[in-house]
T-cell receptor
Framework: AQSVTQLDSQVPVFEEAPVELRCNYSSSVSVYLFWYVQYPNQGLQLLLKYLSGSTLVKGINGFEAEFNKSQTSFHLRKPSVHISDTAEYFCAVIPNQAGTALIFGKGTTLSVSS | KAGVTQTPRYLIKTRGQQVTLSCSPISGHRSVSWYQQTPGQGLQFLFEYFSETQRNKGNFPGRFSGRQFSNSRSEMNVSTLELGDSALYLC????????????????FGPGTRLTVL
């Protein structure tokens, strides 16, 4: 079975500081990896995804993530956050096999203050 | 192009009632998946429809059902509502959905917030 662990439930940071949201996964098969963001009272918006190729993936809003197969991690980073980045962030995987759904982590709430 | 739309955005029902939620996918997308989001359980997969057929199903009781129409629009129905069904129900669409070696990306709607009193 697959699982996703987001290591921090809440991450408070000051504006313009760097941030890293950590995600580890467990799977017996290869997976595709995603980060989604959810703003209050909204659905999920895709930030970035790793399907294959370069392990450093760049997404929208200045976010990037690095896939580390040996550590089964897919941490999300941003060098300088803004107040508007305050939201909940979800790491998700989908196993590379038929008939499987996205498996989400519990989410990390990023709170950016001035 | 237009994103995934869900109606209604908010619903209040009482225990024992039934409810129907609607989802219109992005044009050209044939797969629609439904997820339940609660503070305790997080995001959980309900089921997926592709070309009017349920292709995958999560671990939810039979009170949760759905269907998909020929235009790919999908409805989800919950019968005999329970307090624990209060949640945000998210719909996601993609071109091909959950097939082997799929690199298909799911795009989510804003959700329907269901409150059961």
């Amino acid at each position: 079975a697959q699982s996703v662990t987001q290591l921090d439930s809440q991450v408070p940071v000051f504006e313009e500081a760097p941030v890293e949201l950590r995600c580890n996964y467990s799977s017996s098969v290869s997976v595709y990896l995603f980060w989604y963001v959810q703003y209050p009272n909204q659905g999920l918006q895709l930030l970035l995804k790793y399907l294959s190729g370069s392990t450093l993936v760049k997404g929208i809003n200045g976010f990037e993530a690095e896939f580390n197969k040996s550590q089964t991690s897919f941490h999300l980073r941003k060098p300088s956050v803004h107040i508007s980045d305050t939201a909940e962030y979800f790491c998700a995987v989908i196993p590379n096999q038929a008939g499987t759904a996205l498996i989400f982590g519990k989410g990390t709430t990023l709170s950016v203050s001035s | 192009k237009a994103g995934v739309t869900q109606t209604p955005r908010y619903l209040i029902k009482t225990r024992g009632q039934q409810v129907t939620l609607s989802c219109s996918p992005i044009s050209g997308h044939r797969s629609v998946s439904w997820y339940q989001q609660t503070p305790g359980q997080g995001l959980q997969f309900l089921f997926e429809y592709f070309s009017e057929t349920q292709r995958n199903k999560g671990n939810f009781p039979g009170r949760f059902s759905g269907r998909q129409f020929s235009n790919s629009r999908s409805e989800m129905n919950v019968s005999t509502l329970e307090l624990g069904d209060s949640a945000l129900y998210l719909c996601a669409s993609s071109r091909r959905g959950m097939i082997a070696e799929s690199t298909d990306t799911q795009y989510f709607g804003p959700g329907t917030r269901l409150t059961v009193l």
